[in-house]
């Protein structure tokens, strides 16, 4: 598990702040879009999408932006916990292919919360 | 309701060895995938089944076979395992087109050492 994270750019948080994880996307056909979190030794848990028809959608504690002009995707978290702390990558549906969808996934951003 | 149930957890293969991966989910979804991770890499795709009955390759096959035996579960198999296999697997399910969720769900993931 913490093998995967080796080499990610890494944003450091004190606790209580807010943070915001960016993404770029590279198609810009794409219609989709996932923010994934993955603990150290785990499979990646969804935590928020969003259709490209909005540019903002909010969940609890997280808000997703998205910019088609420049094809970019933010995470904004909010009042961060030590329990955020892990790695963060978006993931694109460029297109229904044989029937399914094919995400193409970005590498990742480890975020770690300070006490 | 497990979710997407992966074995073995870990394993360890010398070079040439053959081994299966399985996955099973219980949503009754018709997609599923398999996926590779490598350190300061996103995931990518090796193979995917639309639906039961069908496979396809996907941006890394080589090396790589699948069978969907049914719904439910869907393997991957490595005939002669070469270190350049050394990852972490994942699989994954999708409703599928033309379901309302097209959220993708993870199992936890199996750590393959090739040596």
């Known amino acids: 598990g913490e093998s995967v994270g080796l080499h990610l750019p890494t944003l450091s948080v004190q606790e209580g702040d807010n943070s915001i994880i960016n993404c770029a996307y590279s198609?810009?056909?794409?219609?989709?879009f996932i923010w994934y979190k993955q603990e150290s030794g785990k499979g990646p848990q969804f935590i928020i999408d969003?259709?490209?028809?909005?540019d903002k959608r909010q969940g609890q504690r997280v808000t997703v932006l998205l910019n088609k002009t420049v094809k970019h995707l933010s995470l904004q978290i909010a009042a961060t916990q030590p329990g955020d702390s892990a790695v963060y990558f978006c993931a694109e549906n460029p297109a229904r292919v044989s029937g399914t969808y094919k995400y193409i996934f970005g590498t990742g951003t480890r975020l770690k919360v300070l006490a | 309701n497990a979710g997407v149930t992966q074995t073995p957890k870990f394993q360890v293969l010398k070079t040439g060895q053959s081994m299966t991966l399985q996955c099973a989910q219980d949503m009754n979804h018709n997609s599923m995938y398999w996926y590779r991770q490598d350190p300061g890499m996103g995931l990518r795709l090796i193979y995917y089944?639309?639906?039961?009955?069908?496979?396809d390759k996907g941006e890394v096959p080589n090396g790589y076979n699948v069978s969907r035996l049914n719904k439910r579960e869907f393997s991957l198999r490595l005939e002669s395992a070469a270190p350049s296999q050394t990852s972490v697997y994942f699989c994954?399910?999708?409703?599928?087109?033309?379901?309302?969720?097209?959220?993708?769900?993870f199992g936890p993931g199996t750590r393959l050492t090739v040596t």
């Open positions: 089944s639309a639906s039961e009955g069908t496979t």
């Open positions: 969003i259709r490209s028809n909005m």
């Open positions: 198609n810009s056909a794409s219609d989709y």
């Open positions: 994954a399910s999708t409703e599928g087109v033309g379901a309302i969720s097209y959220e993708q769900y």
